[in-house]
């Protein structure tokens, strides 16, 4: 199981989970096998595909799982952050690094609007930078 499950109280509409069912329902929500799920609630492999078709603990699996989704998502963009912002630091701090990522990664660069296709324009920015070191 997952050392980062976030704490959460037990809503009134899963009190009638046994305390293994919430255990074996976080696993599964995690993202864990029914085998490691079973161990952990120490039940058995059938016990945890049986509870899968009760409509009380299928709820329960997708509302953590929404919850550990969000939890994701939000570190995901922590994460996309300072590394847009490390590249934003490299390259304004060396002119051909920019050019070398414009020429390597072309998705990088801005649409020219009116225009099909993508156009780079790297020369344009390449020299923008070159100017604004001056």
Not at 25 to 43: I, M, N, Y
């Amino acid at each position: 199981m997952s050392q980062n499950v976030p704490f959460d109280p037990v809503p009134p509409e899963t009190s009638e989970l046994t305390p293994a069912q919430r255990v074996a329902a976080a696993v599964l929500a995690s993202g864990d096998t029914t085998h490691r799920a079973a161990s952990f609630a120490r039940v058995n492999r059938r016990t945890i595909t049986r509870w899968r078709s009760e409509p009380a603990f299928a709820k329960e699996i997708d509302r953590l799982t929404s919850i550990y989704a969000d939890d994701v998502a939000a570190k995901l963009q922590l994460a996309a952050r300072r590394a847009a912002e490390c590249l934003a630091n490299a390259v304004a701090d060396d002119p051909k690094l920019a050019l070398r990522l414009l020429t390597s990664f072309p998705h990088l660069a801005e649409r020219e609007p009116g225009k099909s296709g993508m156009e780079l324009r790297v020369e344009d920015r390449y020299f923008a930078m070159l100017a604004s070191e001056d």
